[in-house]
């Protein structure tokens, strides 16, 4: 590719509304370019990035036994009804009527879809296992897009579906799905964790996430240094922090604390650590009948210690709050506590409500906590002699750095990832709603035994910048790179050997199958060198006259501090040893 005849569209300034490195320097570096919120055009040097991570996608699923499909963006509401999901999904999915007002959803997953071409396609258990995948667009209406592409509404997915006779054959096809995206990530040139995670709202029993590792992450990555042991912060296990739980010293003691609302206020009123206080937590639930009818509300109290904070992901997994909770409302708190929040607390109560302790917290002895009363808290506090035991002690917290391990293994620690990969096993949960079955060997119908897996190749783009940038640009790992390498002659237009030994480097690397660009634009050194460090292209060789009359041209690696002269006899050579790492 010659760039005169590309298209290179660079800004010296991002637009204001752009928020992270990577937004910044995609719309600098001319790769997208803003339609509306959340929605971009991807301009021919991004797209040719997207192609590359989709050819690597495609290979390995390919390699892995997946077959390619491509299912409709738009999808009827009948078979998301069949499931649930019309009425489950928020407002993420975007619904509209036909002009025969009929309702459609622009897909955000597929797993509907490719449920109904299952149990049209699938009838025997000869024809199983069977994994089918897409790489297509998908659109789901974020309340608030932001970040670029990294959380924009439309967007490209390669999303795969496997189906399966049993659940040992269905964790065979999930493990060789695991190791793909393991190939897939290795091969993108990406620092990444694959770690144990919720399912979600996708559902089903096991998961793991691929996470990009870069310090702008939205998501916190638990890990065990010394050990194999990795999970999103949702499911990172926390252990009690306390073995056991110590005799009293102290007396219960209703203790002023004007004005000190937060456990943070109360330990530094009292001069105590933050630890030795307990943060209380009310939660609701709205009960039904068999029917399905209203029958009242359960008030919950979640305690955690007063330095830690609570995991929303495993209270719902608390049993009584599976079905959904929320936080009460201030009416239900003080008709339950008889105050205000910020000085709630287990003891004396004005109307029963179900306590749960978290594992640290059930342990702990002489503590602090509201005492239900504005203004005043309980020190000396403990468990069976001032207050019942706990009706349930379950894992409420998110970890902290230094937490042992799950493992035992170690401490933990904590950095932060970028979501690009997910992988399901989501069991008979899409097979049973929907009713696709297959006759197995004794002549009998069974569902499906199911997994999902995806990975958002257009977020790739975002996260791998987010990892490898610096003051002057993107840094782009070899696999991802729009080019591999660029040819910067300078004095293009006035020096026939310049010209000459640019172009037999050039069509030299063509010839070997590398993909490159000479920038025959005759710019001045300076705005080629911007532009492509820039773009974020990894290798660059700079041929000028002043060089070739010593009889030397210039490489430098995008990393690289500096040039390194290299002779002309020897430049493709040296080169070609550089595109092959070495």
């Not at 998501?219 to 073995?243: F, Q």
């Not at 902290?400 to 997910?422: N, W």
């Not at 660059?540 to 490489?555: N, S």
Request: net charge negative.
């Amino acid at each position: 590719m010659r760039a005169s005849q590309y298209f290179i569209s660079t800004l010296k300034e991002a637009p204001a509304d752009a928020e992270v490195v990577s937004q910044k320097l995609m719309l600098r570096a001319g790769f997208i370019r803003k339609v509306a919120a959340g929605i971009y055009s991807y301009l021919p040097i991004g797209l040719r990035v997207i192609r590359k991570v989709e050819e690597i996608v495609r290979e390995e699923m390919n390699r892995a036994g997946a077959l390619e499909l491509t299912m409709p963006m738009v999808q009827p509401s009948e078979l998301w009804a069949e499931t649930g999901r019309w009425e489950k999904m928020g407002e993420e999915m975007l619904r509209f009527k036909d002009r025969h007002e009929r309702d459609f959803a622009l897909q955000p997953t597929s797993e509907e879809v490719v449920t109904d071409i299952a149990r049209q396609e699938l009838k025997s258990y000869r024809q199983l296992p069977k994994n089918f995948y897409q790489i297509q667009t998908k659109f789901r209406d974020e309340r608030r897009p932001r970040f670029g592409v990294m959380r924009g509404r439309e967007f490209t997915m390669k999303d795969a579906y496997s189906f399966d006779r049993n659940m040992d054959a269905a964790g065979r096809s999930y493990d060789a799905m695991y190791a793909a995206y393991c190939r897939i990530f290795d091969r993108l040139g990406l620092t990444y964790r694959a770690v144990a995670a919720d399912t979600g709202a996708i559902g089903g029993d096991r998961s793991h996430e691929f996470q990009v590792i870069a310090d702008t992450g939205e998501d916190a990555i638990v890990y065990c240094p010394d050990s194999d042991y990795a999970a999103n912060i949702e499911l990172a296990e926390a252990l009690s922090l306390l073995a056991s739980r110590a005799a009293p010293t102290h007396g219960l003691e209703k203790t002023p604390t004007p004005g000190a609302a937060t456990c943070a206020d109360v330990a530094k009123l009292l001069g105590l650590p933050l630890a030795t206080t307990v943060k209380s937590l009310v939660l609701a639930t709205d009960d039904v009948d068999d029917k399905g009818q209203p029958a009242g509300v359960t008030v919950w109290l979640l305690l955690v210690r007063g330095d830690h904070a609570l995991n929303e992901v495993k209270a719902s997994k608390v049993e009584g709050l599976k079905a959904g909770f929320r936080f009460a409302t201030e009416a239900e708190i003080h008709e339950h506590f008889g105050c205000k929040p910020g000085y709630l607390g287990p003891i004396g109560m004005k109307k029963p409500v179900k306590v749960v302790a978290d594992r640290t917290v059930a342990n702990m002895s002489d503590f602090i906590c509201g005492a239900n009363d504005e203004d005043y808290h309980y020190t000396g506090a403990n468990w069976g002699r001032d207050l019942p035991e706990p009706d349930l002690v379950a894992d409420l917290r998110n970890v902290v750095e230094g937490d042992p391990s799950p493992d035992g293994k170690g401490r933990l620690a904590i950095q932060r990832g970028i979501e690009v990969g997910h992988v399901f096993y989501l069991g008979t949960k899409y097979s049973k709603a929907m009713n696709a079955t297959f006759l197995d060997e004794d002549g009998k119908p069974k569902h499906f035994e199911m997994g999902c897996y995806g990975i958002g190749v257009t977020r790739i783009l975002g996260a791998a910048i987010e990892q490898n940038n610096d003051a002057r640009g993107i840094i782009w790992p070899d696999a991802l790179a729009p080019f591999r390498i660029v040819v910067c002659p300078v004095g293009w237009g006035k020096s026939e050997a310049v010209r000459s030994e640019a172009l037999k480097l050039y069509e030299g690397l063509l010839a070997a199958g590398v993909d490159a660009i000479l920038d025959d634009r005759d710019e001045r050194p300076g705005v080629m060198f911007a532009d492509w460090e820039l773009i974020g292209v990894p290798h660059r060789v700079v041929i000028g006259e002043r060089g070739l009359k010593e009889g030397m041209a210039e490489y430098q690696g995008r990393r690289d501090a500096e040039a390194t002269k290299v002779a002309i006899g020897d430049l493709a050579g040296f080169v070609a040893a550089k595109l092959r790492g070495q």
